[in-house]
Structure formats: C-alpha cells, structure tokens
Nanobody, 123 residues
Framework: VQLQASGGGLVQAGGSLRLSCAAS????????MGWFRQAPGKERDFVAA????????SYADSVKGRFTVSRDNAKNTVYLQMNSLEPEDTAVYSC?????????????????WGQGTLVTVSS
C-alpha cells in the first residue's frame, strides 16, 4: 500500500489544521491507520489511530481532546483534525498502515509509511 499525506502548513497557536492521507490499495479497510509525528531532534511518536471501520480510535495523551482521527473507506483516506494547536505540536506528521488484526495495534506493527507533511505552529 502506498500512502500520501497532505495538509500541513504554518498556523498560529490556537488554530486548526486538517491532515489527509490517501492510500493506494484495493482493500483500504484491511488496514488500521495511524498518525505519527517527529519533532526536530526527537524520536517519532504515536499520535492517533483508527480501526478498520472507523469505529474505534486511540490517541496519545498529549493530543486527547484536541485531535480527532477518522477515515473514509470509500475514499481510501484517513484524516487527522487538529484543533487548539500548540507550538509543541510542531513536527513532521506521517501516516502509516498496519495489517495487525487485534485492536489496539502495537506501534511496531505499522509497516507501511507515507512521506511526512510538516506542521508548524507559531506562538
């Protein structure tokens, strides 16, 4: 599966952005989809994930209540709505796909990755 993320940009603190990730695959619903981010000089961290149907989601504590992950299986696309953005959210955001069959999936099971999209939040 090939993944293409988009929607990053520069936003002021308190603002919002919506990231999208389009997948090239015949059966998008076979994959759990996740979002990860990597800030400058730091390791890549898990942000959010959504299950095969979109019925279950999980979030990192740092984004709970501010970010919402969703998917549209008819469009082979996963989204990350980011509200109340903070300068600490500045990072390259990447989408990933996992074929693991038990929810929640371990971060180590994501073996398909898209290129990142840069989100910069100014104070």
């Amino acid at each position: 599966v090939q993944l293409q993320a988009s929607g990053g940009g520069l936003v002021q603190a308190g603002g919002s952005l919506r990231l999208s990730c389009a997948a090239s695959t015949r059966v998008f619903s076979n994959y759990v989809m996740g979002w990860f981010r990597q800030a400058p000089g730091k390791e890549r961290d898990f942000v959010a994930a959504v299950d095969w149907s979109g019925g279950r989601t999980s979030y990192a504590d740092s984004v709970k209540g501010r970010f919402t992950v969703s998917r549209d299986n008819a469009k082979n696309t996963v989204y990350l709505q980011m509200n109340s953005l903070e300068p600490e959210d500045t990072a390259v955001y990447s989408c990933a796909a996992s074929m693991y069959r038990i929810w929640p999936v371990p971060s180590t099971t994501y073996n398909y990755w898209g290129q990142g999209t840069l989100v910069t939040v100014s104070s």
